[in-house]
């Protein structure tokens, strides 16, 4: 699935009122800071990574992000290829053609 298609799927359990944006930029970084949590047990409290949990709060941020985009009538493929070009600009490696 493409970036695009998940954003459209994902689109149909958003709900909300005139304060959509701010709900779901809050939403992310609710999120964000799941993951944080999950990193930092893992880290300083020697607790295991869950993958499953990882992965399951990984989705969450990954659908604030996509709801943000769709909110500004951005294509989240846009954000990804955008996105990769930057890091292209930032580390060149001619020798890495996994970047591109």
């Known amino acids: 699935m493409d970036f695009n298609e998940y954003q459209k799927k994902a689109k149909?359990?958003?709900f909300g009122n005139e304060q959509v944006l701010t709900n779901i930029t809050l939403g992310l970084a609710n999120e964000a800071g799941q993951v944080v949590d999950l990193v930092q047990r893992y880290t300083f409290q020697g607790r295991k990574l869950d993958h499953d949990v990882l992965v399951h709060e990984l989705g969450?941020?990954?659908w604030y992000l996509s709801q943000i985009a769709e909110w500004a009538d951005i294509d989240f493929n846009e954000v990804a290829d955008k996105n990769i070009k930057d890091l292209n600009e930032r580390y060149p490696d001619p020798e890495n053609e996994t970047w591109k």
């Open 12 to 14: 149909r359990t958003l």
């Open 60 to 62: 969450d941020a990954l």
